[in-house]
């Protein structure tokens, strides 16, 4: 277990360098001129070119990158072109809101998969075991904005009983949670639901009915414990995807989220920024697939690692 | 205790045929299909079966204050914000999804077998690289690089679809790569290698056939997650450019009159809605069918 959880975050850090080298390199090379957007449009070409050195821009692009490098190690993410402001200090204030906007989103995939594909897999080919897998369906093939964008028109505008978007009190987070909650809870309640299929039938919940236990406590008890063991590893890699960010829903419902600082960030071409985002996004990626990875072995004593 | 002999499960392919059963059999599949005939034929026919023109600007499009119409006996599904028909846009609006879904999926396929392929056939160090590559592509924060690169580049239908497949093709490779290395250990194989039979060869005669219902189903999920993907991005302003017509596009367009024009939201969001389900009820049908390992019982 040790060896291989040392092993794994060698590789991490493997991957998290070759995500910062791809992304340094596509955006640096893409046709966008950060020294001409900064100095505006009427400047001078003296004005464009003393920006550029100052920035570092007319290095060539290894050097570049090596400096990037250089800084990021020691925690420094560069200054926002736009905003003059560090990148580490744009970057805390939004990660907070993002990690909110992640509990709630997960909280409710749990709250909607888990007693959703249980009951579908009790209830096997009944008619509400049908109805709640195309009901999963619908949840992961509707759009977030579409939803989100409703949710608000009727919770909020015409029933008011939510902000209509924005952030600050727990009234605030629900609705944009549920929006991102939605599509992952459909999945959950699939895999759940196959999974509690796989455990039903097995041996030991045949012995744990036998010796008299009752159903309640067969299923919450014994089955359960092991038909979660998927939806674990999905819940380690959510983490990880919306601590990345979630564009689509902090845009609809402004929520002052790193997904949405990417946004801005990326109309702008404020490329500090841009990478900054992407770096934390894939650090998150990464432990989430770490923690989900690790997590297994601690909750099922059959896996061991070498 | 009885115990009973069992051949060992055989991942066979089912018969096109057992498929086809199996696919009728299913009301949700063939609700599918019926929605996924709708959405093509409405791509393939737009000109003839759309009420108007999708690019005209209907004079009595709008009311007199200036705000889009509801639907009504001549505007169907109502105008949009610059009086033009919204039925028509949505029927034209299926040829963006569809041809986007259908381009960046062939690419992200074609990509994710050639790779998956490589490195389940030849092992070792290349299966190495592979892995690590994959690895850190499901690392990127997908929808951030896809909105940068499309933000960056001024998008087109093809820049959007080969965005896209850029982030989908991983998830192919990586299950083509698994189904490779098992099926590249079976004896027809070894055989092939043993006889002499050229590389290539052995890819496209022996290899490719067993590949092809994994492509199938995942070609055929793959569609809804483009359509999703590409709606998305139009409805972040950053997917084809108006005025040709998106559903995510026209979302985006309408976002803040909403509240007054509910219906330029509802319309657009039930297409995305009824294409990527129809697209989902039917891949997931293909895969019961077509491999009953995997079966979801």
């Known amino acids: 277990m040790g060896v291989y959880a040392i092993r794994r975050l060698a590789q991490s850090v493997v991957i998290l360098l070759g995500v910062t080298v791809i992304t340094f390199a596509l955006l640096y090379a893409l046709p966008a001129d950060p020294a001409r957007m ?12 003393r920006i550029r050195s100052e920035l570092g821009l007319d290095q060539p692009l290894p050097v570049q990158y090596a400096r990037y490098l250089a800084r990021l190690v020691r925690g420094n993410l560069g200054r926002s072109y736009a905003q003059k402001i560090e990148v580490t200090d744009l970057l805390r204030s939004r990660l907070a809101a993002t990690f909110w906007l992640m509990l709630g989103g997960i909280a409710f995939e749990l709250l909607i998969g888990l007693p ?34 409703f949710l608000l028109y009727w919770l909020a505008y015409r029933w008011g009983l939510f902000p209509l978007g924005g952030y600050g009190s727990p009234a605030h987070l629900i609705l944009p949670a549920f929006a991102l909650g939605i599509a992952g809870g459909g999945w959950y309640a699939r895999v759940m639901r196959s999974a509690m299929l796989d455990v039903i039938h097995q ?51 402004s929520w002052p989220g790193i997904g949405q600082l990417a946004w801005q960030a990326i109309q702008i071409v404020d490329i500090p920024v841009i990478m900054g985002v992407v770096v934390v996004s894939a650090l998150a990626i990464t432990t989430g697939n770490l923690l989900a990875d690790l997590a297994y072995p601690l909750l099922d004593p059959k896996i061991r690692y070498g | 205790m009885i115990v009973t002999a069992t051949a060992p499960a055989r991942r066979r392919a089912s018969s096109p045929a057992t498929v086809w059963d199996r696919v009728k059999r299913t009301r949700a599949a063939v609700f599918g299909l ?48 610059l009086g033009r028909d919204l039925l028509t846009r949505l029927i034209y609006g299926a040829r963006v999804s569809l041809l986007i879904g259908v381009l960046a999926n062939a690419a992200a396929l074609t990509i994710g ?68 290395l098992s099926t590249s250990q079976r004896e027809f194989i070894e055989a092939a290698r043993a006889l002499g039979v050229p590389t290539w060869r052995i890819f496209w005669k022996h290899l490719f056939p067993h590949l092809l219902p994994i492509l199938l ?12 993907f590409e709606a998305s991005l139009s409805f972040l302003g950053v997917g084809v450019r108006p005025p040709t017509p998106s559903w995510g596009g026209t979302i985006n367009e309408s976002q803040s009159y ?28 293909l895969r019961d069918a077509i491999d009953p390992q995997l079966r979801s019982r």
Not at chain 2, 56 to 66: V, Y
Not at chain 2, 258 to 285: H, K, M, Q, R, Y
């Open chain 1, 38 to 49: 900064i100095a505006g449009r009427s400047a001078t070409a003296d004005t464009v070119a």
């Open chain 1, 116 to 149: 959703v594909g249980m009951l579908a897999a009790l209830r096997r080919r009944s008619a509400m075991d049908q109805s709640v897998m195309v009901g999963a369906f619908l949840g992961v093939s509707a759009p977030q904005f579409v939803v989100g964008l």
């Open chain 1, 203 to 253: 041996d030991y919940v045949r012995t744990a009915r036998a010796k008299g236990l009752g159903e309640t406590r067969v299923i919450l008890k014994h089955a359960m414990r092991n038909a979660l063991l998927p939806v674990v590893s999905m819940v380690g890699l959510d983490i990880g995807t919306f601590m990345g960010g979630v564009v689509v829903v902090e845009s609809v419902f």
């Open chain 2, 34 to 81: 019926v929605v996924v005939a709708a959405v093509i034929g409405g791509a393939l026919l737009a000109p003839w079966i759309a009420p108007y023109d999708p690019a005209r600007q209907f004079t009595d499009g709008l009311s007199p204050e200036g705000r889009p119409l509801p639907p009504s006996g001549r505007f169907w599904l109502g105008t949009d914000l």
């Open chain 2, 113 to 180: 077998t050639l790779f998956g392929a490589a490195a389940g056939y030849f092992r070792g160090w290349v299966s190495t690289v592979f892995m690590r590559l994959t690895d850190m592509m499901m690392a990127f924060p997908a929808l951030i690089l896809a909105i940068a690169l499309a933000a960056i580049l001024r998008p087109s239908l093809w820049i959007v679809a080969m965005v896209i497949a850029m982030v989908n093709w991983v998830w192919i490779a990586r299950i083509i790569y698994s189904q490779v």
């Open chain 2, 217 to 228: 189903v995942w070609g055929t999920l793959g569609v809804s997650t483009t359509v999703m």
């Open chain 2, 258 to 285: 909403f509240l007054e024009a509910p219906w330029l939201v509802a319309f657009p969001g039930a297409a995305i809605l009824l294409t990527s389900l129809a697209f989902n009820l039917v891949g997931d049908t």
